[in-house]
């Protein structure tokens, strides 16, 4: 309102470049910003404003709270891909494949090209449920193979994706492609590894040799 008044008195005194008649222009919410400051420096001199600020900020964390279980609860796919895809904003993505996409790291890059060039079909980082179990695997082929690719040192990623395996291997035939240099950390999943990218390449065609074979059926 105040604007429109102004720019109807320039209007009305033919003035071309007003700029100059006024050092800064206050934004629309300025009144508001005057008044949360004021409130702020009353509360702090009253001594009430920590005690105000934790108790908002319990009120806050009580209501988030709630958001997680409900969407846990009644909606766990939209939920899982929402913090997914939060994650991944953060995630670290580096490299480009061939087929167009963006992937973590340079073995994720070797493997999806090579299922590129066989002409398999895959997703990246699909949602997998498995009773109420999400996960999201590095790739998952035909809807029936899944694949996982790391090159995390430590006995400790070896336990947890250990554990993984273990349900993913209800609904699917799993693989891990780790680095030949890791094989002995990889040891306790020994039956699921992977070697490497050549390695990989003569797993990746058997699957395209039964995929043949399910076709001639």
């Not at 222009?25 to 105000?52: A, H, M, W, Y």
């Not at 209800?170 to 780790?178: M, Q």
Request: with cysteine.
């Amino acid at each position: 309102m105040q604007e429109e008044r102004f720019n109807l008195i320039i209007k009305f005194l033919n003035i071309t470049k007003p700029e100059g008649l006024y050092d800064e222009k206050l934004p629309d919410n300025f009144r508001q910003k005057i008044g949360e400051i004021k409130c702020v420096l009353s509360k702090k001199k009253k001594g009430t404003f920590l005690r105000d600020m934790k108790r908002i900020h319990k009120i806050s964390s009580n209501k988030l709270k709630k958001w997680h279980k409900n969407m846990k609860q009644n909606y766990p796919e939209e939920y899982y891909n929402i913090q997914y895809s939060r994650f991944k904003k953060i995630g670290g993505y580096k490299c480009r494949t061939n087929r167009g996409e963006i992937v973590r790291n340079i073995l994720e890059k070797q493997i999806a090209d090579i299922l590129y060039e066989l002409r398999l079909s895959y997703q990246y980082e699909p949602l997998v449920r498995i009773n109420n179990n999400f996960f999201f695997p590095d790739f998952l082929i035909n809807n029936k193979i899944i694949l996982e690719c790391t090159m995390w040192k430590g006995q400790d990623k070896a336990h947890k994706l250990k554990k993984k395996l273990n349900i993913l291997k209800r609904n699917y035939k799993v693989f891990v492609v780790i680095p030949k240099s890791l094989n002995k950390v990889y040891s306790l999943i020994q039956g699921s590894l992977v070697l490497g990218p050549d390695e990989f390449a003569s797993v990746a065609q058997t699957f395209c040799d039964a995929k043949a074979l399910e076709r001639e059926k």
